[in-house]
Nanobody, 126 residues
């Protein structure tokens, strides 16, 4: 019904930049809050940045001033611009979205659910 697909990860040197994208597709009525999380092996998944449907943003202290989250509501897409990358930013980055969608079964109705992408690997290394 609904899926999130991330793109833009890769290998970058310390001090470099990357831009992640995450597009939501399917039987979508509306996309509410969206966010980016990251996870290192053996560690808990942590919130990196969050943006509401109205555009209000919030960031983890570790990325404030370096990362910028934004969204294109017409495309149901959220972005994460990452600048001044550090080795400790290395992780798998996951997109998350709270989505109101149309059900497949009849009579059709609206339901809300939390969705995750499969993740994209960001490696910061020289």
């Amino acid at each position: 019904q609904v899926q999130l697909v991330e793109s833009g990860g890769g290998l970058v040197q310390p001090g470099g930049s990357l831009r992640l994208s995450c597009a939501a597709s399917g039987s979508i009525f509306s996309v509410n809050a969206m966010g980016w999380y990251r996870q290192d092996p053996g560690k808990q998944r942590e919130l990196v940045a969050h943006i509401t449907s109205g555009g209000s943003t919030d960031y983890a202290d570790s990325v404030k001033g370096r990362f910028t989250i934004s969204r294109d509501n017409a495309k149901n897409t959220v972005y994460l611009q990452m600048n001044s990358l550090k080795p400790e930013d290395t992780a798998v980055y996951y997109c998350n979205a709270d989505i109101l969608y149309y059900t497949d079964t009849l009579p059709q109705s609206l339901r809300s659910s939390d969705y995750w992408g499969r993740g994209t690997l960001v490696t910061v290394s020289s």
